[in-house]
């Protein structure tokens, strides 16, 4: 009885100091300054996990086949995700100079998929409930460009998401545990604002939100890399 006491107020200490460090991170500059990615990771994985698909299945250009382009789109979506984690996460994870560029890549790949997206969905596709869309795109929609931007969509997910992890494990490779709550932390608080509003924004106001966080969240990123750069040659001369 005794052990079991002693390992639950070990326990509740480790917890308690997980959380005092978690709360000391967040003062951090480098961790202010990634909140603006970890932020836009979340409105991100909110739009192409959940957004994307139903604007797909509200298309009435789609016609029968709109509902069934739903589970295709994520299937796209995870092979946009899978190849680049294959490729940005094991060829270019001990490479620190390639960081900025795979996330610089990832918010062109973003952009192009959601300039493709405001061209070939309705702007009504998210706010429609059990009727189809009557908003015409400015292209006649097409299931191919749907599905390319599922692609897009999860391949540039995939650079800022691995870009995030190893750049968290870099500068906080003894602190790693609370710096990775911190990130799921803020990528879930802001996913479940982007779920909220979702249903009553139109498509092209959810994208602008989304093109203004990320082209932010990519600069803070770029000054977050500096500053470690910096710092790692300061040392050096050192």
């Not at 998929?113 to 795109?137: M, R, W």
Request: net charge positive; proline share 2%.
């Amino acid at each position: 009885m005794r052990r079991y006491k002693q390992r639950a107020n070990s326990a509740v200490q480790d917890a308690k100091s997980e959380f005092k460090t978690i709360l000391q991170l967040l003062k951090t500059k480098t961790i202010l300054l990634l909140s603006c990615c970890m932020a836009y990771s979340g409105l991100e994985l909110a739009f192409y996990s959940g957004v994307y698909g139903t604007c797909i299945g509200a298309t009435t250009e789609f016609g029968a086949a709109a509902k069934g382009l739903i589970g295709i789109s994520g299937i796209v979506v995870g092979i946009g995700e899978i190849v680049g984690g294959g490729i940005f996460g094991l060829v270019c994870k001990n490479n620190r100079f390639r960081r900025t560029s795979v996330v610089f890549l990832g918010m062109v790949v973003h952009f192009i998929a959601f300039y493709l997206i405001y061209l070939n969905i309705p702007d009504d596709a998210p706010v429609v409930l059990k009727t189809s869309t009557l908003n015409k795109p400015y292209l006649t929609p097409s299931i191919s460009i749907a599905l390319l931007c599922s692609f897009l969509l999860g391949l540039g997910d995939s650079c800022f998401n691995t870009q995030l992890y190893s750049i968290l494990g870099r500068v906080y490779a003894e602190q790693s545990a609370p710096a990775f709550a911190i990130f799921k932390f803020i990528q879930s608080i802001f996913a479940a604002v982007a779920f909220f509003y979702s249903g009553y924004l139109l498509l092209t106001w959810q994208l602008l939100l989304m093109v203004i966080l990320g082209f932010i969240g990519t600069l803070c990123f770029f000054m977050v890399e500096r500053i470690q750069n910096f710092s790692v040659d300061l040392q050096q001369e050192y």
